[in-house]
């Protein structure tokens, strides 16, 4: 091997670009100057022996190793660069720690600034000054909570009432705010201060949802809430009522309560709740139809037992439209026995589980054995099946006909001639 190849192979490997160029020029000086100085001591060598090999010794003797003598020389030639690498590493590190550090304490220094303007802002408050606080503050939250149906990419979720209910972080004051959804699909509450709230979403007649939520300053915005799809399929149901004889003149109404009984809901966020149907049935299968929202409408407590029964608040139908997805169970049922003596046409007597247990602590009926209500009244599930003829049948529990039996007998002793 050469003195160039010997020397060649024992220095650093090239760099990569760009600094292959210059570097090659130096490795090119070293290897030259070295085989130059190796050269011209093998050439005395040889003048004094015709052995090359013993020559060459010689010279490795005296010069030592030509990899340390190489390596010697190219750390030697970038001493400064590898210097200079080292101390813009380390500077980089330092400056990367530093700016974190930044970061860290701005983002401490921040969170305890929100904490002592929402203390002033309390304080002001406190002291009566309303405005003065809401002007004192510049941290704010834009309250808008999205609804869709279906999935995240679903269409908007229109005109359901969203309730706002919460309080700011650390304020103590909670606030309670009702909007609507519009054709986007929003419910846009203005600016609120961030804190901690929950979100009640309700579509009447349908379902509801309860679910909390963080609003923050920082304008992020809140996930998209998953609505169902509102039903497909609407089925009319007609009604039957399984009335003893002697009830049909006296009862007028049967109070009817249909409980959904279908928990798909429950595995997505958030409390859902379906809501019940109540109907008024005539005992020749007639409905009156009332949403729960209009219930303080419909009865008005007199005194006593007493209700009067608002007619214009129902809606009279031959069927009602059911949805055919869940499955549904009488959750209640109360009968409307008509006051025959009041002066008004529409008053009532409303007659449920309640009174059945008033007559057994009063000792009128020892028959009924039964110390809670039963949940629900009956077992059977009724469902709106498509495409067919729905006719559900409605069966007077044994505790209210007990109870109604009890009741007319005490009105009919009362109401007989003494002799």
Known sequence: MSWHEDITAHLPPPPPPP??????????????????????????????TDDARAARRAVLQRFGSVKRIACRLWFDAMKETIMNQRIAMISNAILAAACIAVCVIAFLALRQSNRIAETLIAKIETMGGAEEAAAASSVWADAKIRVVRGSPDGEPAEDLSVELIGEAFNAGVRVTMTERTGEDGVASFGLVRPGRYEVDIRDRPHLSNRRHVVLYPDGRELDPIIWPIRPASLVPVSFTVAMPAAFEERVSYLHCRFQPLADDLQKNPGDWERYPTDLLLTPEGKVWVFSADDFDKVWERRTGDRVHLNQDALRLH???????????????????????????????????????????????????????????????????????????????????????????AAEDETSEPEA
């Open 19 to 48: 600094d292959d160029e210059r570097q090659a020029d130096l490795r090119r000086d070293i290897v030259d100057e070295l085989a130059d100085h190796l050269s011209c001591a093998m050439q005395r060598e040889l003048r004094k």
């Open 318 to 408: 031959d069927k009602l439209p059911m949805d055919s997805e869940p499955e549904y169970r009488l959750d209640s049922i109360a009968a409307l026995v008509r006051i025959t003596d009041a002066d008004e046409p529409e008053m009532f007597t409303r007659f449920d589980w309640s009174d059945a247990q008033r007559q057994q602590y009063e000792g009128r009926q020892p028959r009924i054995r039964q110390t809670h209500e039963p949940e629900p009244v009956s077992e059977q599930v009724y469902r709106a099946q498509p495409n067919q003829e729905n006719v559900w049948r409605i069966e007077m529990p044994e505790w209210l006909i007990e109870a109604l039996e009890i009741e007319f």
